[in-house]
């Protein structure tokens, strides 16, 4: 036996990282994203220019959102598929609200209220998730699924396919405003980003999270209040979602039935990219960050670079593919 | 046992050999952390660089010569190229497809480049496209509004700026367009009405008899004018009965209309259907019935159509449809384009009729809308007869 061992020992001996290396692997996407901004700034001169990295952050701020709440639901060890719908019915209730349909009159109310109804509607929407995953015992992945596909019905019933527009633009403001030439849904992004990361890197509100996510029962052992805790995850990552609707209606000026259709996709890319790992427990905010930002800029650099529109989405999901393989092959050196 | 243990260390020196290689980059520790890098920056070039840019479709020889014609006269006499921005919505769609296709050939025509992106059925991205197109300094802006009021946006964006915006086969709620180009659909349904009535008088010797109406999505302007130009044409006729069935565009819906139908009134003698793509449903559903029977059988049930789909081509050729309408779907391109070049000019474009002797699309027209203008190119009915037509788009893009 300790032959065998002692062979496997040599085959597979174990090696000490320095700091610098442990540094080097802990950002790597960060060191993707610079070598692609390189690559960028190369083949697309306009890349580096004020007003495409602005656009770059404008695009990405409704979509910084949405992986800022899935990060939560992710590091607790659950995933929430619904916020892409919560984010669209949300908005819709808003919108309805404040200008109703073609046909319909509409209810003229004012857009704070609306926009206090459309938040509320958010956090109750991770209320039932949170209920049905942790006191009923449904996968969240199904769970999550049902209620997508309702709300994405819903929205369609309230909607008829038809586009909400002529927004007050008070209600507008926050998505297509602009405070010295930057978006104010940027700042926003910001915003919240910052508050995220640190709570959950330095309160209890992120301990708690991580120890969740690591291990359930370790964690109840421990004396957190594992359901309670889950829930108001749900909670606040439908929350987030419903605030993303607001912006991005306020940034489109309107609301389609099919508002942020496939955003929860760039989601779960950007947040596993960044190394929030999908089994809870492990990554962190700023990682997902550095996702965010990636998925961001393969799309814009694909198309400034003049790629024809056909293969611009092939394209899109090989790079994404190539920066997870480079991930992985992190967690082997790692491991060894 | 001798032998197996030679396998045994066989297998065993095939490892060792790999994982020496392993040993090896491990060794040159930095490599670890550079080859990901370099790989992503080797990919990303080959993609990049790589990945078709877009292309003329080159359909005789005569173009091509044009296209280069053109270009070297603009290289020698203009220092500036113009670079077109296109945002296609949805580009699965083969009807999108021919639309890009259209503009494309138009814009290289003239010797112009064309950027082109695909919002992929979200809004949100089609606004961040136009965004990027901005970015690159594009001269116009060309779209088919993946939805008609959240395009706004972009346009208001694009008027701040001075560039000048069009949109082909969906206008916009606001904002400031230079020039819509879009199919006259009422044209369409009257064409089809009016086929309708000629088939009907040929088989009863009067026009009488059941139509089957499958509605498009009656919220949008397309749906309501394909009804309303066939409705206009069949009121005229009052012994013909017509049952209309919104679907919404969707095939299924279609279908089931057609099913329904036939339960209720087995002696239907025509389908009329706002789209090929929900007339796929409704041919798919006869054919299940068994009612699908070619022209000339006494149980033939007449299908009409708009759109004018390389499908809905093969089934007139095959006798199965009667005719169809179709859209000048390569040529909103190609007269888009010329408008552009008029716009890049500084020439204005004014309302009233334009005739250009031999184009299907003549004769067209160019109205005042509420966000600027409006032009409207005439529809071909297809038949028989001219279903060979090169100028089809169903013929165009195979």
Same mark, same amino acid.
């Given at each position: 036996?300790?032959?065998? /061992?002692?062979?496997?020992?040599?085959?597979?001996?174990? @090696?000490?990282?320095?700091?610098?290396q442990?540094?080097?692997?802990?950002?790597?996407?960060?060191?993707?994203?610079?070598?692609?901004?390189?690559?960028?700034?190369?083949?697309?001169?306009?890349?580096?220019?004020?007003?495409?990295?602005?656009?770059?952050?404008?695009?990405?701020?409704?979509?910084?959102?949405?992986?800022?709440? /899935?990060?939560?639901?992710?590091?607790?060890?659950n995933?929430?598929?619904? @916020? /892409?719908?919560?984010?669209?019915?949300?908005?819709?209730?808003?919108?309805?609200?404040?200008?109703?349909?073609?046909?319909?009159?509409?209810?003229?109310?004012?857009?704070?209220i609306?926009?206090?109804?459309?938040?509320?509607?958010?956090?109750?929407?991770?209320?039932?998730?949170?209920?049905?995953?942790?006191?009923?015992?449904?996968?969240?992945?199904?769970?999550?699924?049902?209620?997508?596909?309702?709300l994405?019905?819903?929205?369609?019933?309230?909607t008829?396919?038809?586009?909400?527009?002529?927004?007050?633009?008070?209600?507008?403001?926050?998505?297509?405003?602009?405070?010295i030439?930057?978006?104010?849904?940027?700042?926003?992004?910001?915003?919240?980003?910052?508050?995220?990361?640190?709570?959950?890197?330095?309160?209890?509100?992120?301990?708690?999270?991580?120890?969740i996510?690591?291990?359930?029962?370790?964690?109840?052992?421990?004396?957190?209040?594992?359901d309670r805790?889950?829930?108001?995850?749900?909670?606040?990552s439908?929350?987030?979602?419903?605030?993303?609707?607001?912006?991005?209606a306020g940034?489109?000026?309107?609301?389609?039935?099919?508002?942020? /259709?496939?955003?929860?996709?760039?989601a779960f890319?950007?947040?596993? @990219?960044?190394?929030?790992?999908?089994?809870?427990?492990?990554?962190?905010? @700023?990682?997902?960050?550095?996702?965010?930002?990636?998925?961001?800029?393969?799309g814009?650099?694909?198309?400034?670079?003049?790629?024809?529109?056909?293969w611009?989405?092939?394209?899109?999901?090989m790079?994404?593919?190539?920066a997870?393989?480079?991930?992985?092959?992190k967690?082997?050196?790692?491991?060894? | 046992?001798?032998?197996?243990?030679?396998?045994?260390?066989?297998?065993?020196?095939?490892?060792?050999y790999?994982?020496?290689?392993?040993?090896?980059?491990?060794?040159?520790? *930095?490599?670890?952390?550079?080859?990901?890098? $370099?790989?992503?920056?080797? $990919?990303?070039? =080959?993609?990049v &660089?790589?990945?078709?840019?877009?292309?003329?479709?080159?359909?005789s020889?005569?173009?091509?010569?044009?296209v280069?014609?053109?270009?070297?006269?603009?290289?020698?006499?203009?220092?500036k190229?113009?670079?077109?921005? #296109?945002?296609?919505?949805?580009?699965?769609?083969?009807?999108? =497809?021919?639309?890009m296709?259209?503009?494309?050939?138009?814009?290289?025509?003239?010797?112009?480049?064309?950027?082109?992106?695909?919002?992929?059925?979200?809004?949100?991205?089609?606004?961040?496209?136009?965004?990027?197109?901005?970015?690159?300094?594009?001269?116009?802006?060309? &779209?088919?509004?993946?939805?008609?009021?959240?395009?706004?946006?972009?346009?208001?964006?694009? %008027?701040?700026?001075?560039?000048?915006?069009?949109?082909?086969?969906?206008?916009?709620?606001?904002?400031? *367009?230079v020039?819509?180009?879009?199919?006259? %659909?009422?044209?369409?349904?009257?064409?089809?009405?009016?086929?309708?009535?000629?088939?009907?008088?040929?088989? #009863?010797?009067?026009?009488?008899?059941?139509?089957?109406?499958?509605?498009?999505?009656?919220?949008?302007?397309? !749906?309501?004018?394909?009804?309303?130009?066939?409705?206009?044409?069949? !009121?005229?006729?009052?012994?013909?009965?017509?049952?209309? $069935?919104?679907?919404?565009?969707a095939?299924?819906?279609?279908?089931?209309?057609?099913?329904?139908?036939?339960?209720t009134?087995?002696?239907?003698?025509?389908? #009329?259907?706002?789209?090929?793509?929900t007339?796929?449903?409704?041919?798919?559903?006869?054919?299940?019935?068994?009612?699908? =029977?070619?022209?000339?059988?006494?149980?033939?049930?007449?299908?009409?159509?708009?759109?004018? &789909?390389?499908? !809905?081509?093969?089934? *007139?050729?095959?006798?199965?449809?009667? &005719?169809?309408?179709?859209?000048?779907?390569?040529?909103?391109?190609? $007269?888009?384009?010329?408008?552009?070049?008029?716009?890049?000019?500084g020439?204005?474009?004014?309302?009233?009729?334009v005739?250009?002797?031999?184009?299907?699309?003549?004769?067209?027209?160019?109205?005042?809308?509420?966000v600027?203008?409006?032009?409207?190119?005439?529809?071909?009915?297809?038949?028989?007869?001219?279903?060979?037509?090169?100028?089809?788009?169903?013929?165009?893009?195979?």
């Amino acid at each position: 036996v300790s032959n065998i /061992e002692a062979k496997n020992n040599k085959i597979l001996p174990k @090696i000490r990282l320095s700091t610098l290396q442990n540094f080097f692997l802990d950002n790597i996407t960060w060191f993707i994203l610079l070598a692609m901004v390189v690559v960028a700034s190369i083949i697309a001169p306009k890349f580096l220019t004020k007003l495409n990295l602005l656009n770059l952050l404008t695009h990405v701020s409704i979509l910084g959102i949405l992986v800022v709440a /899935e990060s939560l639901c992710l590091i607790t060890g659950n995933l929430d598929l619904s @916020i /892409e719908s919560t984010l669209g019915f949300s908005a819709v209730i808003a919108a309805w609200l404040m200008v109703g349909r073609q046909d319909i009159s509409g209810w003229n109310v004012q857009p704070f209220i609306a926009i206090i109804v459309m938040l509320l509607v958010g956090a109750v929407i991770g209320l039932i998730n949170g209920y049905i995953i942790v006191k009923i015992g449904l996968d969240p992945f199904i769970a999550t699924l049902a209620m997508l596909i309702i709300l994405r019905g819903l929205t369609l019933v309230i909607t008829k396919g038809v586009a909400l527009y002529n927004l007050p633009s008070s209600f507008n403001v926050l998505g297509s405003g602009n405070i010295i030439g930057i978006q104010i849904s940027v700042i926003v992004w910001i915003l919240i980003f910052a508050i995220a990361y640190f709570v959950m890197s330095k309160c209890r509100f992120g301990r708690v999270r991580y120890a969740i996510g690591g291990s359930k029962w370790a964690a109840l052992a421990s004396g957190i209040r594992v359901d309670r805790v889950l829930i108001a995850t749900f909670v606040y990552s439908s929350l987030l979602a419903a605030f993303a609707g607001w912006i991005l209606a306020g940034r489109l000026h309107s609301v389609v039935a099919n508002l942020g /259709e496939g955003m929860v996709f760039d989601a779960f890319a950007a947040s596993v @990219i960044g190394g929030v790992s999908l089994r809870g427990g492990r990554g962190t905010l @700023i990682g997902a960050l550095s996702g965010v930002l990636l998925i961001g800029l393969i799309g814009n650099i694909l198309t400034l670079a003049h790629v024809s529109a056909f293969w611009i989405d092939a394209s899109r999901g090989m790079l994404i593919m190539v920066a997870m393989i480079i991930d992985s092959l992190k967690q082997r050196i790692r491991r060894r | 046992l001798e032998g197996g243990e030679g396998i045994k260390n066989w297998k065993g020196n095939i490892r060792n050999y790999i994982m020496f290689n392993w040993k090896e980059v491990k060794e040159l520790k *930095i490599k670890r952390i550079i080859f990901p890098i $370099v790989l992503t920056l080797i $990919v990303a070039f =080959v993609l990049v &660089s790589c990945a078709p840019k877009v292309q003329p479709t080159v359909t005789s020889e005569e173009t091509k010569a044009e296209v280069t014609e053109t270009t070297a006269e603009t290289t020698a006499e203009a220092k500036k190229e113009i670079t077109i921005g #296109y945002a296609a919505p949805w580009l699965p769609d083969v009807g999108q =497809v021919t639309i890009m296709q259209g503009l494309i050939d138009g814009a290289m025509k003239l010797g112009w480049k064309v950027i082109t992106t695909d919002a992929n059925g979200d809004v949100q991205k089609q606004i961040n496209d136009i965004d990027n197109l901005i970015t690159m300094g594009v001269d116009a802006v060309v &779209s088919v509004p993946q939805d008609s009021a959240a395009i706004v946006p972009a346009i208001e964006k694009c %008027n701040q700026l001075g560039i000048p915006f069009f949109t082909i086969d969906r206008g916009a709620t606001g904002g400031k *367009i230079v020039l819509t180009v879009l199919a006259d %659909n009422y044209l369409a349904g009257k064409q089809e009405g009016d086929n309708l009535i000629k088939l009907l008088t040929a088989k #009863y010797g009067e026009p009488k008899g059941k139509v089957l109406e499958l509605q498009g999505d009656l919220a949008t302007n397309v !749906a309501q004018l394909r009804g309303k130009g066939f409705d206009d044409v069949v !009121a005229q006729n009052p012994n013909i009965k017509l049952i209309q $069935v919104p679907t919404k565009w969707a095939p299924d819906v279609g279908a089931k209309g057609v099913e329904d139908t036939l339960t209720t009134d087995p002696d239907l003698d025509a389908v #009329y259907f706002h789209s090929e793509y929900t007339g796929a449903g409704v041919v798919s559903a006869l054919d299940r019935l068994g009612k699908l =029977v070619p022209i000339g059988d006494k149980n033939h049930i007449i299908i009409l159509g708009i759109d004018g &789909s390389a499908d !809905a081509l093969n089934w *007139i050729r095959n006798d199965l449809m009667d &005719s169809t309408s179709s859209q000048p779907l390569y040529d909103f391109g190609i $007269v888009c384009s010329r408008y552009i070049k008029d716009t890049l000019e500084g020439v204005e474009i004014k309302p009233g009729t334009v005739e250009e002797p031999g184009a299907l699309w003549s004769p067209a027209k160019i109205q005042e809308v509420a966000v600027g203008l409006e032009l409207q190119l005439a529809t071909t009915l297809v038949t028989k007869e001219n279903v060979d037509d090169p100028g089809l788009w169903g013929n165009v893009l195979k």
